[in-house]
Structures are given as structure tokens and as C-alpha cells.
């Protein structure tokens, strides 16, 4: 089970963390998504982690965003920087319990495990 939080309204530039809570799955063998879908457009994945810590993000996140966690609390963090608005959307984090990482982590079909979403909005 994953539940995301840490979803808000904030200014282009702002800053926000999201995070996801882990349980229910051996966490610390277990690579990680995050993910965003703006409205009326397809899930994509912005960045990921996987069991050795080793980071993974999409061109547009990178230099922004950063992805790690805390393997003693199971729980995932996004750290979103320099905002803009087109990183407005629903947020999710997901989980594989593969343990090497790679690009498959930023495709959304690759992934047993969903949180319900965090919504950011990024305004101009």
C-alpha cells in the first residue's frame, strides 16, 4: 500500500515536498516511480529510485527535482524546486519489487504498486 501527501497550491518558483508511505512490502528491496497526469493527458513518469538508491528522472525534471528515501521509515520523497506550471498535475508514487533500476521506471505500466494520488498546482 502507498499513500502520497504533501500536494498544494503554490507560485511559479515555489518549492514542495511530496511523500509517499510505504506498507505491506518488503521496502527496501523494492524500486520506485513518481509519476504525474495533468488532465486530459497521459500518466508520465518524472523520476524514480531503486533499491540501491540509485536515481533515475525525465528531462523535464531534472536539475529540479529530487527523489530519495527512507528506508527505516518505508517512505519515498520527491523534492520539487523552481516550480512551474506545467508540472501541475495529480502526483503519484509507485513501487516494483525489482531491485535494479533503469528507464523502465519512468514507464507506468511497469509497476505493481499505486498510491491514490497528491495534487500540486503550480500558478503563474
Known amino acids: 500500500q502507498l499513500a502520497e501527501s504533501g500536494g498544494d497550491s503554490v507560485q511559479a518558483g515555489g518549492s514542495l515536498r511530496l511523500v509517499c508511505e510505504a506498507s505491506?512490502?518488503?521496502?527496501?528491496?523494492?524500486?520506485f516511480g513518481w509519476f504525474r497526469q495533468a488532465p486530459g493527458k497521459d500518466r508520465e513518469g518524472v523520476a524514480g529510485?531503486?533499491?540501491?538508491?540509485?536515481?533515475i528522472y525525465a528531462a523535464s525534471a531534472k536539475g529540479r527535482f529530487t527523489v530519495s528515501k527512507d528506508n527505516n521509515k518505508s517512505t519515498l520523497y520527491l523534492d520539487m524546486k523552481n516550480l512551474k506550471p506545467e508540472d501541475s498535475g495529480m502526483y503519484y508514487c509507485a513501487a516494483d519489487l525489482r531491485r535494479f533500476g533503469g528507464d523502465w521506471q519512468l514507464l507506468k505500466g511497469e509497476y505493481n504498486y499505486w498510491g491514490q494520488g497528491t495534487q500540486v498546482t503550480v500558478s503563474s
Open positions: 529510485i531503486d533499491s540501491y538508491d540509485d536515481p
Open positions: 505491506g512490502f518488503m521496502f527496501i528491496r523494492a524500486s
